[in-house]
């Protein structure tokens, strides 16, 4: 049975991702920062019949990751798919405001979305690479595009949220600097666009995204069960290629 790892899996669409790589017959370990409610998350899904665990992790703590890791290793011996889904979006998203978001904001954002993202990826690569098929999943938004920022026809030209924006942007620049680093293994990088979705990453998302986490999560299980022959380092969400 595959072994995959989601982090942010307590709630939103992490939650729903880690039900769906179940439902796709995997072993899922949720990954979250508080344990009594990862573990209630992962209890709902046992009640599923769904094979999950939960697995203290905060992404921005080095020992937690460690300790994450460690406990990986110990148990599972290697690791099939590691979804990095934990983010946060913590500037104001009132566009009328127009103070440009303070370093402060950047380092919070990066410290979750980029660097993060990249030591539970270097802590969990040995347990990757012991598959015969590791894949990464770098949960992004299109909102991380510069392409999509720079065009005047995009319905996000007008979204100004420059620590999320970058942190994203910086995110899909890992993934392909990964991919390459990864090239001739097995193990594929993927950045992915869930879609705008019924979540709390920022106010108003539950009453005007249209998709629920279960239908984001889609494009996710996509990402995490490429062919062998796919290539690796792309952008895609639910329509195909995301422009980078
Ligand atoms: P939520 O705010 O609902 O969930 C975020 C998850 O990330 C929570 O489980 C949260 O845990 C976790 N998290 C945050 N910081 C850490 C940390 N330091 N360590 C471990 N876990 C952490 O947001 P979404 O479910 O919407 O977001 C999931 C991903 O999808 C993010 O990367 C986001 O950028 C991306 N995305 C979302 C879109 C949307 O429309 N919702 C659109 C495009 C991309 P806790 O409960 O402890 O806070």
């Known amino acids: 049975m595959p072994i995959a790892l989601v982090t942010g899996a307590n709630r939103g669409l992490g939650f729903a991702t880690a039900r769906a790589l179940a439902r796709h017959g995997m072993c899922v370990l949720l990954g979250g920062r508080d344990p009594i ?3 209630a998350a992962a209890a709902e899904l046992r009640t ?3 094979q999950v665990g939960a697995l203290p992790l905060d992404v921005t703590d080095p020992d937690s990751v460690a300790a994450a890791a460690a406990h990986a290793t ?3 011996g290697r690791l099939d798919v590691l979804v990095n889904n ?3 979006l913590p500037e104001a998203t009132d566009t009328r405001d127009h103070a440009f978001a303070d370093a402060a904001m950047f380092r919070r954002t990066y410290e979750t979305n980029v660097f993060g993202t990249v030591a539970v990826t270097d802590a969990f690569l ?3 690479h012991r598959s015969v098929m590791g894949r990464i999943v ?5 909102m991380g595009s510069l392409q999509d920022q720079c065009d005047p026809k995009s319905p996000y030209y007008g979204m100004i949220l420059p620590a999320y924006q970058s942190s994203k942007a910086a995110l899909n620049a890992v993934t392909v600097a990964l991919a390459k680093k990864l090239a001739g293994t097995p193990i594929t990088v993927t950045s992915v666009c869930p879609g705008w979705v019924q979540t709390d990453l920022a106010p108003g998302n539950r009453e005007r995204a249209p998709l629920t986490p279960d239908e984001a999560a889609r494009i996710v299980v996509t990402a995490a069960t490429l062919a062998a022959d796919a290539p690796s380092g792309t952008f895609i969400d639910s329509a195909g290629v995301v422009a980078w």
């Open 126 to 128: 040995p347990l990757l």
């Open 37 to 39: 409610r990862t573990e």
């Open 138 to 142: 770098n949960v992004s938004s299109t």
């Open 48 to 50: 599923e019949g769904l």
């Open 86 to 88: 934990a983010g946060v």
């Open 74 to 76: 110990d148990r599972h």
